[in-house]
């Protein structure tokens, strides 16, 4: 999963995945598919994770 902060603005972002989506965590890699940090957790179909302004966030879901 990949999401870009377009706005300017740095904070939070909640994500709600589909509904049946079978993922628990959310690990964070680099544009390159690279591993990079801790695995987020994914509760109740939701995961937060903090974006950086005009900068992208990806994470492989598991």
Same mark, same amino acid.
């Given at each position: 999963?990949r999401?870009? #902060?377009q706005g300017?603005? %740095?904070?939070?972002l =909640?994500?709600?995945?589909? %509904?049946?989506l079978?993922?628990?965590a959310?690990q964070?890699? =680099?544009?390159?598919? #690279?591993t990079t940090?801790? %695995?987020?957790?994914?509760?109740?179909?939701?995961? =937060?994770? #903090?974006l950086?302004?005009?900068?992208? %966030?990806s994470?492989?879901?598991r």
């Open positions: 999963m999401v870009w #902060e300017g603005l %740095a904070g939070p =909640t994500v709600t995945l589909p %509904a049946g079978k993922v628990s959310a964070p890699v =680099t544009l390159r598919g #690279e940090g801790v %695995a987020l957790p994914i509760s109740e179909g939701q995961l =937060t994770l #903090e950086k302004a005009y900068a992208p %966030a994470h492989i879901l």
